[in-house]
Structure formats: C-alpha cells, structure tokens
C-alpha cells in the first residue's frame, strides 16, 4: 500500500514529507509511459475529470487535461466564459452541478484563495487544486521539487533561491512548503516590496541582494513578474529590476557550474531572465513542462485512489 | 506483514529452490532461443524470482535471458479497492520479436496477470508471452493458465498465502497458508 490515503490535493502545506515523496516515486514510474509505444494506460478508464479553470489559465489546463487523457478519463473543460458563473451562479451551486454529473475529480483554479478547500469539504468528488489566488498552486511545487530531485538526485541539503515576485506568488509558496518539508534551504530575493521580511516566519532566509547568494545556490528559480495581479507599482520600472534581479548573461557567470535554472512559465525574456540563459544547457524549463505532465498523471491517480478523510 | 503463528509451512527454502530449478528446466526445454528470451517479474516478489531464474537459466542453459519489470498497478482495474505503489517498469526497447515471460510470486484471480499482458502491450508487441508462478493457488476469476507451476496448492477463499524471500523481505525463503 501506499502512503497516499487522500482524495483531494489542496496544498503542500498540509502534506507531509513521506506524501510528497510518495508523489515523487508516483510520478517517477507515469513519466515512462510518456516513452512507451502506447502512451496511454487505463488507469481511470471510465472517470470523470472536469477541469473547471475559473481564472484562465491554457499551460496547466492542457498539462491537466493530457495527463487524464493518458490515465484515460473522460474530460471536459469548463472555463470562464462557458460557465455560468458569470450568470450569478456561486461556486458552491456550479460544484454541486458537477457532482450530479458524476464527476469524479475536479481540476480547480480560482482567484480565491481557500477555492479549493471549500469545495473538498462539501464534495465527493476528488478535487485538485490547480492554483488558489496567492494561496497555493501545489502540482507546480511538486513538478519542481521532481526536476530538482531527477537531476540532483535527492533534495536534502540543496540551497534553493527563489527570485522575483513572492508576495503575489502561489508558486513560491507551494515551493517553499515542499522545499523545507524535503530538508532544503530556501532562499528567497527580490524588490522589498514583492519580497516582505515577513517570509522569514516560514523559516526561509530573505534577500533584496542577489549578487551575494548566487554563487552559493544550487538551483535558482525564477518567478514571472505578474502584471495582472499588480493594481499598483511594486518598482520603478522594469529596467531597474532587471538591472537588480533578472537573471542577466553577466550575472549567470557568478553561479556554480551546475546550478539548475528554473522558471514556471510563461518566461519574459529578457526581464526575469536573458533569452540565452534560458536557452543554456542549465536551463530545466522544458523539463519543467514535461515532468509537470508526469507529476499530474501521478496526483490525478492518486486521488483518484484515496477516500475522504475524517 | 508476518505470517500468522498458525500458519502452516508449505515450501520451505530447500523446496522454493527445487521448484525454481525445476521451472528453469522447463523454460529452457520450451524456449531455445534462450537470447530472444525476457523475464519480466511482476513487483515485488515477482522481480525477485525472475532475478533468481535468470541465475538458474544461466547457469543450465549457457545464455543469459534479458532481466525486465512491469509495474501492473496503472493497468488494474480496482483503483478504487487498493491503491497498489506505481513502480517504473524495465523492459526492452523493442520487444518485437522477443518472448516475454512474465514472473509471479502467488497466482490467483488471474486478474494481476491480465493487467500485466495489458502493460506489456503498450511497450510494443511481443511474439509470444507466458507465464510462470511459484505458487497456483485457483480461484480464477479470467481465462487465464500459467505455463510454469512451482507448487499447486489448493486452497479456500477464507485461506491466505503467504511468499517470504531472501532479499524483499528480509527474512528466509519461505511458504505459508494461514487458515482463517
């Protein structure tokens, strides 16, 4: 049997080590029927899976929607402008619809933080989280922690520095709940403003210089500056952030030599990072996308198995 | 798990290894083309013997069969009763043309090995497949026979059995029926 008794995948705050692992070995063993001559096994044949994305979202909702055709789950999408959410309906009632129709695990992303949650303790079907405002956006965190352990080998003891924008990001979270709970040491950099000391409580280290944690850091990953949840300017402007946190040509000469480079997507070139940085050989964001796919496959199947708890 | 005090001992370590060299005997006199020959082991127990097979054939047969894992768990079709570890498989690249045994420790319902033809299947397209168990304890619940049989034991539904192995387990080779 496995360690994995939920239904529902809904943060990494609430897992436990021996769960993130159990997800790690999972996805592990999915991502080598992306090699196989049929890439497809039958795992969930005849499930349900809706992937309801009521913020919009085209790279997760496909990673998603793929990883459960490869399970063999029946899918339908549902976004913002075929719902009737934008008739008044409220989340709770859309759920309970999609429950009478016998879906079995719901993909959710919502702007709400808690989104997720919500639904979990008043459905059946399995829910997923897919992204919960600022909150958590947990498979992200565990495609990354998967990339850091394929190539690294285990995570324990590596020094992983975050940059960019933390404070809007439920990217960083989810990393940073993965990253300590795996035994690493997390770093985190950025403008004051999108980087508050505040973080420190999570136990992770805080820097607004990054010229002098590069050279110590095993992996870096690199956020997406996201202007839409911006309503005011967190910085001057974007010449001075990539003079003081992109990841420049210049500046990628000061890290170790086999430190990893990391980006969730969709990259800005030439803000976060130089283009041919994240063209380099170091650079993991392509492998990111496809281990994404596996770790999906992995979550789907393993909720798929669980049963609600308490 | 540790088999219960009651159990009864079925194959002690000296009768796993007869049974085994008998099994090895045949798939050698089965299969002359002993380098087109895979054993793929069903985890975790099923591994282990096809390790200890491969040995034997080795030994008797002068060539050396192709070691191979195939995880079943994505291809059963009781998600919702057990949730079993997804392990990777290890298969070869290109199974056209090769013969693939696969390798059980305890065979039963019959439904394990259906998920593991179906495995097999989404590799490629193997000329022939068989089976080999170390125990065939009925109750088939699919048209399904092993080719090698290490010990017919009947048994009752209410009945357990249980395969300890050097290695997996820890502990000596051993096999047991607990009764209810």
């Known amino acids: 049997m496995t360690t994995w008794k939920r239904k529902d995948l809904l943060s990494m705050q609430e897992l436990s080590a021996d769960e993130i692992t159990a997800v790690l070995d999972t996805s592990a063993a999915f991502k080598q029927v992306g090699s196989r001559q049929i890439k497809k096994v039958p795992a969930l044949r005849g499930k349900t899976l809706v992937n309801f994305f009521v913020e919009p979202s085209t790279r997760t909702r496909i990673s998603f929607e793929l990883a459960a055709f490869r399970l063999s789950a029946d899918v339908v999408n549902i976004s913002p402008t075929t719902s009737s959410l934008t008739k008044g309906e409220t989340l709770k009632d859309t759920a309970r619809n999609l429950q009478a129709l016998h879906a079995d695990i719901i993909v959710l992303r919502h702007q709400s933080a808690g989104a997720a949650q919500f639904l979990a303790e008043r459905l059946q079907s399995s829910i997923v989280n897919a992204g919960d405002g600022a909150h958590e956006h947990p498979t992200q965190a565990l495609l990354d922690v998967f990339t850091i352990r394929e190539r690294k080998g285990r995570i324990a003891g590596l020094h992983i520095v975050i940059i960019g924008d933390i404070l809007f990001s439920r990217v960083a979270r989810s990393n940073i709940w993965a990253l300590l709970k795996l035994g690493a040491r997390v770093t985190l950099a950025g403008p004051s403003t999108l980087v508050p000391r505040a973080f420190a409580e999570m136990g992770v280290a805080v820097s607004h210089s990054i010229d002098d944690i590069l050279p110590a850091a095993d992996v870096v990953n690199l956020l997406r500056i996201q202007h839409e949840r911006q309503q005011k300017q967190f910085f001057p402007s974007l010449g001075e952030y990539v003079h003081l946190f992109g990841l420049t040509r210049k500046r990628a000469e000061i890290l170790k030599p086999d430190c990893l480079i990391m980006h969730p997507g969709p990259i800005n070139r030439g803000i976060e990072i130089d283009s041919e940085i994240a063209d380099s050989p170091r650079s993991v964001i392509l492998d990111q996308v496809t281990n994404g796919l596996a770790v999906r496959m992995a979550v789907l199947y393993l909720c798929a198995g669980g049963k609600k708890l308490g | ?180």
């Open chain 2, 1 to 180: 798990m540790l088999p219960p005090s009651s159990s009864v001992l079925i194959l002690d370590g000296p009768a796993i290894e007869r049974a085994l060299r008998r099994i090895a005997h045949e798939i050698v006199e089965r299969n002359p083309a002993l380098q087109d020959l895979v054993l793929a082991g069903i985890p975790s127990r099923g591994v282990e013997i096809a390790r200890r097979l491969i040995s034997i054939i080795e030994q008797i047969g002068h060539a050396r069969p192709e070691f191979g894992r195939i995880d079943v768990s994505m291809h059963r079709d009781d998600i919702r009763e057990r949730l079993s570890p997804v392990e990777v498989s290890q298969l070869p690249l290109d199974l056209e043309g090769r013969t693939i045994i696969l390798v059980d420790d305890v065979f039963f319902t019959g439904r394990t090995c259906r998920a593991a033809m179906d495995a097999l299947m989404s590799f490629g397209r193997p000329r022939c497949v068989q089976l080999a168990v170390l125990v065939d304890r009925g109750h088939r619940e699919l048209p399904i026979r092993p080719d090698y049989v290490g010990k017919n034991l009947p048994t009752s539904l209410k009945e357990r059995v249980y395969v300890r192995l050097r290695g997996p387990d820890e502990a000596d080779d051993s096999v047991w029926l607990s009764k209810p």
